[in-house]
């Protein structure tokens, strides 16, 4: 069964940072676009930012612009998205999708 494995969430208060890594020992990630998704609590899960294969595009949503970035470490099969100026309403279970692969999430709260 292929793995699509989160990681790097966790508590932080309002304005504070937080990088999420997603990685597969099942799939080469360079290959394909990675998608983050997020689920917060109530809420339908929406799609926070993507990063294609071949790096030419990065898609966010409006919401995040200026504050989160994504990016890729082949050498390390990873995918990160790096989380700055956290808000409270970025609290939500974070999940990584490649093809039509999902990770379990990872649990990011921004409370003070």
């Known amino acids: 069964q292929v793995q699509v494995v989160e990681s790097g969430g966790g508590s932080v208060q309002p304005g504070g940072s937080l990088g999420l890594s997603c990685t597969s020992p099942d799939l080469t990630l360079s290959y394909y676009a990675i998608i983050w998704f997020r689920q917060a609590p109530g809420k339908e899960r929406e799609v926070v930012s993507c990063?294609?294969?071949?790096?030419?595009?990065?898609y966010f949503v409006e919401s995040v612009k200026g504050r989160f970035t994504t990016s890729r470490d082949k050498s390390k099969n990873t995918v990160y998205l790096q989380m700055n100026s956290l808000k409270p309403e970025d609290t939500a279970v974070y999940y990584c999708r490649t093809l039509h692969y999902w990770g379990r999430g990872t649990q990011v709260t921004v409370s003070s």
């Open positions: 990063i294609t294969s071949n790096y030419a595009t990065t």
